[in-house]
């Protein structure tokens, strides 16, 4: 069965300092993964979605960024984090066939101070 | 208009009830649909997917869908306080992968 693992869980960065987040999957091979973004008292909202190694789609322009250097390897980064960036960061997967059902990973808490 | 609505709540039911959690979309070509419970502190899990008009049944849940009505919903039967969570509506726009999701509802089964 397919697995998602996400690390750091919890972390506690300043501002203005940089920001790489990973997720790893296993279980299956070719997925569509995802970054989600949920803010306190907000609804999840995408942030970037991945079809294949190197092919990153952004939904919302800010100052992060994705990069997939692997086929079961999406990565979340920032130069430089901003107080807005703080919250619950999710990474999902999907198949890419059939119905493709979306399944998270445990997700990190990012607190920005 | 939001694309994706749901009642905050919370929607607070005795144990033993049936819980109905109400959702609506404005994508009329919106074809998949699915619903998601998220424990506090924790990442949503996929429970009901539903992509035919009607209803869908898998155990306690029911998933309704009326496009026409641009509606979905889910039931809970037999309600227990281990359902106390906040459960996500979420539509795949168009013929994209993406999904829309909406703020969710709180579920509150008290004893």
């Known amino acids: 069965s397919q697995t998602i693992h996400q690390w750091p869980a919890t972390l506690v960065q300043p501002v203005g300092s940089p920001l790489s987040l990973e997720c790893t999957v296993e279980?299956?091979?070719?997925?569509?993964l995802y970054w989600y973004r949920q803010a306190a008292g907000r609804g999840l909202q995408l942030l970037f979605y991945?079809?294949?190694?190197?092919?990153i789609s952004s939904e919302v322009p800010q100052n992060l960024s994705a990069s997939r250097p692997q086929d079961r390897q999406f990565i979340l980064s920032s130069k430089k984090l901003l107080l807005s960036d703080s919250g619950f960061y999710l990474c999902a997967l999907s198949s890419g066939r059939g119905y493709n059902e979306q399944f998270f990973g445990p997700g990190t808490r990012l607190t920005v101070l | 208009q939001k694309e994706v609505e749901q009642n905050s709540g919370p929607l607070s039911v005795p144990e033993g009830a049936i819980a109905s959690l109400n959702c609506t979309y404005s994508d009329r070509g919106s074809q998949s649909f699915f619903w998601y419970r998220q424990y506090s502190g924790k990442s949503p899990e996929l429970i009901m997917s539903i992509y035919s008009n009607g209803d869908k049944e898998d155990g306690r849940f029911t998933a309704q869908l009326n496009k026409a009505s641009q509606y979905v919903s889910l039931l809970i039967r037999d309600s227990q306080p281990s359902d106390s969570a906040t459960y996500l509506c979420?539509?795949?726009?168009?013929?994209?992968?993406?999904?829309?999701f909406g703020t969710g509802t709180r579920l509150q089964v008290f004893p």
């Open positions: 979420a539509v795949k726009r168009g013929n994209t992968d993406k999904l829309i």
């Open positions: 279980g299956t091979s070719n997925p569509n």
């Open positions: 991945s079809v294949g190694i190197g092919q």
